[in-house]
């Protein structure tokens, strides 16, 4: 799978090349693009608000503003640095954001929710290892939600993505040792909690997946109707990750970083026919210099 933040990988076709056949008005090179970066969007806005409809919206805004200033593209940066600082201004810039609680209150409305033994097989439409899959992808992503906007992007892209701090520092315009310490922070805040409150980390904290998962459907954090996090996925993110496993060890317990890495990585719906007909509008088509 294309990984625009592994750079060891390079396709036979670049995003550079892509681009200029996309200006001269080949649909089929912009469709590659879409094609290649889509996901990496999707999973990137997903992270950020939670809702997967939401990343839908969010994925489908940035592509838009890929389009329409794609003609302004001179190749002074490379195109993957251009594309995810729309990306990064994008998500951080939000006009509707989620719902953001601190940790203490996060921990407060879980330990809040009564345990209760999972719903009979017969009641529900789809497995319970669904179910506790969906439970547990909302829940470690719900918190993520109690980071600041900013640390919470960082470490979606240094933590889960392994986006070295480098590359980090150029996507959000920081200098490598402030992107270093805004993951380091961000890390911190995260992983005390989990060990604080987590069972998955920690085994003498009482809280399971399988004990809160009824309530989590009674409460409409999981839909037993509805997929979420365990729809289609294009691979677990670990696998396309970059391994930063020696550093992580020397942080931090890895089991910490392994529930994130762990999460799927989703397929994002296909925006190319969403596009393809706002590509055939005349006036559209002036703004991407189409028919220059």
């Not at 294309?2 to 090349?17: M, R, S």
């Not at 990306?87 to 951080?92: F, R």
């Not at 989620?98 to 809040?112: D, M, N, V």
């Amino acid at each position: 799978m294309y990984n625009p933040f592994q750079e060891t990988i390079i396709p036979d076709v670049t995003d550079e090349d892509l681009v200029l056949q996309a200006q001269n008005g080949d649909w089929d090179a912009l469709e590659q693009l879409i094609g290649r970066h889509q996901a990496w969007i999707f999973n990137i806005a997903v992270r950020m608000v939670h809702k997967p409809q939401e990343a839908e919206d969010i994925t489908q805004e940035v592509l838009l503003k890929m389009l329409t200033k794609l003609g302004t593209f001179q190749g002074k940066s490379s195109f993957r640095t251009w594309l995810y600082r729309i990306v990064v201004n994008h998500v951080l810039n939000l006009r509707h954001r989620p719902q953001e609680l601190t940790f203490a209150e996060l921990g407060t409305l879980i330990e809040h929710l009564p345990d209760q033994a999972l719903p009979d097989p017969s009641e529900v439409s789809l497995p319970l290892s669904v179910l506790l899959e969906e439970a547990k992808v909302s829940c470690t992503l719900g918190m993520l939600l109690c980071l600041d906007p900013r640390q919470r992007l960082v470490f979606i892209l240094g933590e889960v993505f392994g986006v070295s701090s480098e590359m980090g520092a150029e996507l959000m315009e920081l200098s490598p040792s402030n992107f270093r310490q805004v993951l380091t922070r961000a890390r911190r805040d995260l992983y005390n909690y989990l060990h604080e409150r987590c069972g998955l980390i920690n085994q003498a904290n009482p809280c399971r997946c399988a004990r809160k998962t009824r309530s989590f459907i009674e409460r409409g954090y999981v839909d037993p109707q509805r997929r979420c996090f365990t729809q289609e996925r294009l691979t677990q993110t670990a696998e396309i990750a970059s391994d930063h496993t020696q550093e992580l060890h020397q942080l931090f317990e890895q089991q910490h970083a392994t529930i994130y890495r762990e999460h799927p990585f989703l397929a994002a719906p296909d925006f190319s026919a969403r596009l393809r007909q706002l590509i055939t509008m005349p006036a559209f088509r002036q703004l991407l210099l189409l028919d220059a």
